[in-house]
């Protein structure tokens, strides 16, 4: 027995592999685009360490291993330009990286995969135009030329976009140069910031100095909100890494009522960062679609609600109570809003002031 697993250890594939790779059967790897040529000295250095121990000046490698060989990239020329795929002119002209023969990328191009491409046979368009592997159905063979049709590309765009709350790069900008008008929240705060000061609580009734107007006798009423009916519906929760827009829609499809983005960091939105954003995205087939939204302090959260109420279109905003993430945790979100209560008040009242 002994003898035996000895000759299958020494036959076994995995002893072979680089350092940082992890044990994988042959048969799953992927081929090498173009792999980094080993050289004499290396091979030489390789084969035959130094009896004088390890090199002093070489740097020891810690935790996750960065400086693994890795395969090149191919080189840029060998993939078509963006802009001829649209079937526009490059801006860079002689300057662009990638390449610009069309015919050549079609000789060297890998055969379709099928010959009815799914965008084009639904939407009368195709966005990957020559590049497609389903290309032969809607790319001409003299000039290469991307084909639409207009019939399918009017039904299709007849039914609005079909998917909503993407960030505008407009949009993106304001956010990262901090210029979002937020007046709802800055007056919920401001009050905040006083009753702390006076030693108040949301509970205790504050006494007007000077004029006294109807807001001062009379309780406003709250504006008109939208009412999300959650009694005998299938809600699905909001599941980080999971409940993407196409995992959404398999379920929408399923008998989903009610659907949940991801968990979005509030402070990540704010700053208009375009991963956090796609958190946000909405198909059409969601008719009752909300958000998740983390945060940890009533300043940025109230910001964050109100920013949501004019920029994105949700049904309701559902604060996140229960992450246990230490990132999140040791911040005083998710989970830590149990242990902080009056925080916790301060930004459901503060979202519902400005959301």
């Known amino acids: 027995m002994a003898s035996s697993s000895a000759a299958e250890e020494s036959t ?79 801006r860079f002209g002689a300057e662009c990286r990638f390449g610009h023969d069309v015919a050549a990328f079609v000789a060297a191009k890998e055969p379709d995969v099928d010959a009815t491409c799914p965008n084009f046979d639904r939407f009368g368009f195709c966005a990957y135009g020559v590049t497609c592997r389903y290309g032969a159905s809607h790319v001409t063979s003299e000039n290469y030329k991307n084909v639409v049709d207009e019939a399918k590309r009017a039904k299709a765009e007849a039914g609005g976009p079909r998917t909503m709350n993407s960030l505008s790069k407009d949009f993106q900008m304001t956010l990262r140069r901090k210029a979002m008008e937020t007046p709802d929240a800055d007056r919920f705060l401001k009050d905040l910031a006083a009753r702390k000061k006076s030693g108040l609580s949301f509970d205790d009734a504050t006494s007007s100095s000077g004029v006294v107007t109807d807001e001062d006798l009379i309780k406003l009423r709250p504006r008109e909100k939208k009412v999300v009916d959650f009694r005998d519906k299938i809600y699905l929760a909001p599941l980080t890494t999971v409940g993407n827009l196409p995992f959404r829609r398999i379920c929408k499809r399923y008998g989903a009522d009610i659907t949940c983005g991801e968990m979005a960091m509030c402070t990540n939105l704010l700053q208009g960062q375009q991963s956090e954003w796609a958190l946000l995205r909405r198909h059409q087939c969601e008719d009752f679609f909300g958000v998740q939204v983390c945060g940890s302090f ?58």
């Open 298 to 355: 009533p300043d940025t959260m109230t910001r964050c609600a109100e920013m949501l109420k004019k920029n994105v279109q949700v049904d309701f905003v559902d604060i996140n109570v229960g992450c246990p993430i230490d990132l999140v945790f040791k911040k005083g979100g998710g989970c830590g809003l149990m242990q902080r209560a009056k925080t916790f008040e301060e930004i459901v009242r503060g979202d519902r002031k400005s959301g």
């Open 12 to 90: 076994s594939p995995f002893l072979d592999r680089r350092p940082g790779e992890a044990p994988v059967k042959p048969e799953f790897f992927k081929k090498s685009v173009n792999p980094q040529p080993k050289s004499s000295t290396e091979s030489k250095t390789d084969s035959a360490p130094s009896e004088a121990g390890p090199d002093p000046k070489k740097p020891k490698l810690r935790g996750r291993n960065y400086r693994r060989p890795r395969d090149r990239l191919p080189p840029t020329q060998s993939r078509l330009c963006p802009a001829l795929i649209r079937d526009e002119e490059c």
